[in-house]
């Protein structure tokens, strides 16, 4: 079995990079490191490994966006496994292992030695994602967000809470498009689509709390347009979790393909696992292709109050 470690040295600062390379050559057992030098570097290399046909193991060392490469890379390949030593912001998909775990994830010795589980992906429009795909208001927050991470004594959430501001007062709440989901067909303006495999997105938001990653289902949350008012008062019981209780405002359908596509002709956003995509239309569902993905034993994925570790 070999260990191959992938990493993102602009995930983190340099001196983090240093010390994860030496507890790396300290592990006792075969280890590979590869260093990303631009975007795409690290499904490359995932793919060259997983097509190799030999046992391996995949570490995607960054953020959601360097293990969503990794993903991309060994997604339907049967002798390699996947996981996530947070060296980079977010790491959304961990948190299904509990919040307060990520740290574990950089425990090598005992990451390397952990169960896997095959995991389902999303596919949107060719893209697969293991976490969340949103399109909408909150893939253009998550999109600009960058723009505000430079300014003085702002990131992370800061960054998030500056960029939804900004696109709810100035840019707005709903795009007109067209939106079917099973027996839902919606034509109006929408604020956003969202459909999970994983359960947290946005460094923190929770809207499906009881999905699970491996079922083989999809849950798709669709938001029409709300006045800004109601946009404040609802998001964050969007963010617990709380679809439930605006049925009015937010549907819900499980286990069907979404397509949403822009009335107008324009550029919507999409963003998986943190990537952005953009095109007119897009169509989002349960891939066949899934991936392994491996984490430190004692561990569950299974929502808060279910069920044992695996």
Not at 198 to 227: C, H, I, T, W
């Amino acid at each position: 079995m070999k260990h191959i470690f992938i990493i993102n040295p602009s995930a983190g600062k340099k001196r983090s990079t240093k010390a994860l390379v030496e507890r790396i050559q300290a592990l006792d057992l075969p280890c590979e490191i590869e260093f990303t030098e631009k975007a795409g570097d690290a499904r490359r290399i995932a793919r060259a490994a997983a097509e190799s046909g030999r046992p391996a193991r995949l570490y995607a060392c960054g953020g959601d966006g360097t293990l969503n490469e990794v993903v991309n890379g060994a997604a339907g390949c049967g002798s390699a496994a996947v996981t996530n030593v947070p060296t980079g912001t977010g790491n959304d998909f961990l948190k299904i292992f509990g919040k307060e775990n990520k740290a574990r994830f950089t425990d090598l010795e005992a990451l390397a030695s952990g169960p896997q589980a095959a995991m389902d992906l999303i596919d949107c429009n060719g893209h697969l994602g293991i976490d969340i795909v949103c399109t909408g208001l909150d893939a253009r927050i998550a999109v600009d967000k960058d723009r505000y991470n430079g300014f003085p004594l702002v990131s992370g959430m800061g960054a998030y809470a500056i960029s939804a501001v900004a696109n709810v007062l100035v840019k707005g709440i709903g795009v007109p498009t067209v939106v079917e989901c099973g027996d839902l067909r919606y034509d109006g303006e929408t604020a956003l689509v969202c459909v999970c495999s994983g359960r947290y997105y946005g460094g923190g938001f929770m809207p499906v709390g009881d999905n699970m990653p491996d079922d083989g289902l999809l849950e798709a949350l669709v938001v029409r347009k709300v006045s800004r008012l109601t946009f404040f008062r609802l998001v964050s019981r969007y963010a617990a979790g709380k679809y439930r209780d605006f049925p009015d405002l937010i549907w819900y359908r499980q286990g069907f393909p979404v397509t949403i596509r822009s009335r107008t002709g324009e550029e919507l956003v999409a963003v998986v696992d943190g990537e952005p995509l953009r095109a007119p239309a897009f169509t989002i569902g349960l891939s066949e292709k899934k991936v392994n993905f491996f984490y430190p034993a004692g561990l569950s994925y299974e929502p808060a109050g279910k069920g044992a570790p695996r």
